[in-house]
T-cell receptor, first 119, second 114 residues
Framework: DAGVIQSPRHEVTEMGQEVTLRCKPI?????LFWYRQTMMRGLELLIY????????DSGMPEDRFSAKMPNASFSTLKIQPSEPRDSAVYFC?????????????????FGEGSRLTVL | AQSVTQLGSHVSVSEGALVLLRCNYS??????LFWYVQYPNQGLQLLLK??????LVKGINGFEAEFKKSETSFHLTKPSAHMSDAAEYFC????????????FGAGTRLAVHP
């Protein structure tokens, strides 16, 4: 079975450019998460969706970041304009659960990540 | 507020030796606790989880962890390290019944040498 698929795996861009990261969750999962991993801050939850609806975006750093989930099999994380401090590995994860998190296995399935470097 | 603290950002053991990775949590309500492993250039993978059932939890690859409420700890152990265990390990916490906001620790990088 295919796991969580992220693209691109690596992205190098210049400051000010728009960056779009993509994620395909595991089929049948209804909750999707975007995390950011850096050496300084570790793993941070940016936003999560349940049944394609954003439930909590309190972790999104600022207005330059936006995330969408137009359907159950696709999500994007966009940074516009990008800055050097956005350099990180961005992970997408999915699971089956409710919006409140009151049900589910508690196991998140992670993609392999998108390594972003902003020069 | 919930949080987890992992003691030791780097741990080094010999192959065949005991692995002990420490995790202490802070939570005002009964927590759910998890250990995830991250191999180089890969995403995180669940090792094991505690969800208020048995306090000793067995996971994959021979790892286990014990929930100790009195010590607010959830340390990860493996009796005999293998070279393939070299990876980064993350402890995570969330509120009981609420899986959607995992709070991860800073991680512990495990090195295994011959």
């Amino acid at each position: 079975d295919a796991g969580v698929i992220q693209s691109p795996r690596h992205e190098v861009t210049e400051m000010g450019q728009e960056v779009t990261l993509r994620c395909k969750p595991i089929s049948g999962h209804n909750s999707l998460f975007w995390y950011r991993q850096t050496m300084m801050r570790g793993l941070e939850l940016l936003i999560y969706f349940n049944n394609n609806v954003p439930i909590d975006d309190s972790g999104m750093p600022e207005d330059r970041f936006s995330a969408k989930m137009p359907n159950a099999s696709f999500s994007t994380l966009k940074i516009q304009p990008s800055e050097p401090r956005d350099s990180a590995v961005y992970f997408c994860a999915s699971t089956l659960g409710s919006a409140s998190g009151q049900s589910g296995t508690g196991e998140l399935f992670f993609g392999e990540g998108s390594r972003l470097t902003v020069l | 507020a919930q949080s987890v603290t992992q003691l030791g950002s780097h741990v080094s053991v010999s192959e065949g030796a005991l692995v002990l990775l420490r995790c202490n949590y802070s939570s005002s309500v009964p927590p759910y606790l998890f250990w995830y492993v991250q191999y180089p250039n890969q995403g995180l993978q669940l090792l094991l989880k505690y969800t208020s059932a048995a306090t000793l939890v067995k996971g994959i690859n021979g790892f286990e962890a014990e929930f100790k409420k009195s010590e607010t700890s959830f340390h990860l152990t493996k009796p005999s390290a293998h070279m393939s265990d070299a990876a980064e390990y993350f402890c995570a916490v969330t509120l009981s019944g609420g899986y959607n906001k995992l709070i991860f620790g800073a991680g512990t990088r495990l090195a295994v040498h011959p």
